[in-house]
T-cell receptor, first 115, second 115 residues
Framework: DSGVTQTPKHLITATGQRVTLRCSPR?????VYWYQQSLDQGLQFLIQYYNGEERAKGNILERFSAQQFPDLHSELNLSSLELGDSALYFCASSVGAGGVADTQYFGPGTRLTVL | GNSVTQMEGPVTLSEEAFLTINCTYT??????LFWYVQYPGEGLQLLLKATKADDKGSNKGFEATYRKETTSFHLEKGSVQVSDSAVYFC??????????????FGQGTTLQVKP
């Protein structure tokens, strides 16, 4: 158990809908990262928040957004869902903003299925 | 840009065989290098890491050495067990100027160990 929790574990929805994925980082960690794992794209970095502020952005679609709240949990919002958004979404957390000693710990993931 | 290339899988071995999974990278600066493992139905777990050239990361019998001259970080284990069956991901985190810990992953290599 990494100490990172994600809810829900599974999510099934229809095209065009909007969903929210939630992540609680390990106690004491200030950074939250979101990654998408799909069969065709592999594991891709989406976005990082550090202590409530956006720190880095990767290949995140404009239909997707995220935020980190004062209690440091984070939510990833996916809207106007398409079939191709079906994937496993991982959250990871780390103590710092990044750097040689900063290790990321991953949650169990949320499996999103868009029908 | 930064990238990681892993050997194609699946890799199928008999129990107690020697394992090598090749990983090479392209990066500016001095990245940190990681191996993560994903067991069926689970999230990613950090297996080992190395933060500078010639460092050797090791854990649970697995080893990998950061070779800057060949830009490689190959994963090895002297004697695999059935319980090592999983998907292995090589990843890098580039120090850069943006000071973000975002990870760039290889495509993953599936290991199957048969009794």
């Amino acid at each position: 158990d990494s100490g990172v929790t994600q809810t829900p574990k599974h999510l099934i929805t229809a095209t065009g809908q909007r969903v929210t994925l939630r992540c609680s980082p390990r106690s004491g960690d200030l950074s939250v990262y979101w990654y998408q794992q799909s069969l065709d794209q592999g594991l891709q970095f989406l976005i990082q928040y550090y202590n409530g502020e956006e720190r880095a952005k990767g290949n995140i679609l404009e239909r997707f957004s995220a935020q980190q709240f004062p209690d440091l949990h984070s939510e990833l919002n996916l809207s106007s869902l398409e079939l191709g958004d079906s994937a496993l979404y991982f959250c990871a957390s780390s103590v710092g903003a990044g750097g040689v000693a900063d290790t990321q710990y991953f949650g169990p993931g949320t499996r999103l299925t868009v029908l | 840009g930064n990238s990681v290339t892993q050997m194609e899988g699946p890799v199928t071995l008999s129990e107690e065989a020697f394992l090598t999974i090749n990983c090479t990278y392209t990066a500016t600066g001095y990245p940190s290098l990681f191996w993560y493992v994903q067991y069926p139905g689970e999230g990613l777990q950090l297996l080992l890491k190395a933060t500078k050239a010639d460092d050797k990361g090791s854990n649970k019998g697995f080893e990998a050495t950061y070779r800057k001259e060949t830009t490689s970080f190959h994963l090895e284990k002297g004697s695999v067990q059935v319980s090592d069956s999983a998907v292995y991901f090589c990843a890098l985190s580039s120090s850069g100027s943006s000071n973000t810990g975002k990870l760039i992953f290889g495509q993953g290599t599936t290991l199957q160990v048969k009794p």
